[in-house]
């Protein structure tokens, strides 16, 4: 059975990326320093709780275990927060992911896959975006991804690494059978927003500016399924395996299909409802730093690595998130 090593295992994606590994008939191992993730969500596969600035602890985990490839969700990743605090992201986001990349040159592991986003591409020049869509970020989050993404390549011609950087626009919804979902704190992402208005873990959603250059004023974002931008890395992971994939490849992930704000909460205040929900919207400033529409071109992962998004209904990944959220909300969890 092959062993995999999931950095960020107990946080929002790399918790189902581990489920969905597991269940394909993986070994899974999660390394996470629980300082955004949750214990409870990694339930699939063997919790190591350290951190990637801890180089002793990486030399022990890779002396004592055999794995065939590792995939890297554990980053720092608000946008806001990044412009203030830079020295955090350069030094999770890029120095403590050259302490992995160099104890797996050591233990000769070839095979990664890393978290990177539409935030390398900045301000965009044209839409949907694809891979050769110049990269610009503009704040040190893009920017501390970015960096990575260039490291990989010449980790790739000196060291022999191969890796697959995944592009996520923007990841929502989900576990279907209700086991996993997002759980962040401080929570700044519209879909689990939008719910928890209608739940009543939060007074209302704020629009952040309707007088952008879209159909309806609001801002055009591509909604992905976690469960989708999971089974492009389990994709990635079997051509990294089988060395169809080789040096350092990127791939933009989204459904390619943009929905705007108001969309969402329109889908949203729909699905609430079924249960008697309802939600309070109120309008507010533009958020700095959002760009009008952010919708990715996905054809390259689709050809070269087979993959196709199943959750591309808004209905679908909104009715997931709630499921969750209403869990989330419960008196139990409070
Ligand atoms: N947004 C909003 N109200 C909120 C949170 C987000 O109007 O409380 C908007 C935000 O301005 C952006 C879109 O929703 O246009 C998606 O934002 P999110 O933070 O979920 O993802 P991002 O695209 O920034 O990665």
Known sequence: MQQILIIGGAGYIGSHMAKQLANNGYRVTILDNLSTGHKQLAQYGKLVVGDLADTNLLENLFSNNTFSGVMHFAASSLV???????????????????????????????????????????????????????????????????????ILQDYASAYGLNSVCLRYFNACGADPAGELGECHEPETHLIPLVLQAASGRRECIKVFGRDYATDDGTCVRDYIHVEDLCSAHGLALQQLLSQHIQGAQ????????GFSVQQIIDAAIKVVAEQGYQLKVEEAERRAGD???LVADATRAKTELGWQPKFDSIDTIIRHAWQWELKQASPRNR
């Open 80 to 150: 806001g927060e990044s412009m203030v605090e830079p020295a955090k992201y350069y030094r999770n986001n890029v120095a403590n992911t050259l302490n992995l990349l160099d104890v797996m040159v050591r233990h000769g592991v070839k095979n990664f896959i890393f978290s990177s986003t539409a935030a390398t591409f900045g301000e965009p020049e044209y839409t949907p975006i694809d891979e050769r869509h110049p990269q610009n970020p503009i704040n040190p989050y893009g920017a501390s991804k970015l960096m990575v993404e260039r």
């Open 250 to 257: 990127a791939y933009n992930l989204g459904n390619g299909l």
């Open 291 to 293: 760009p009008a529409v």
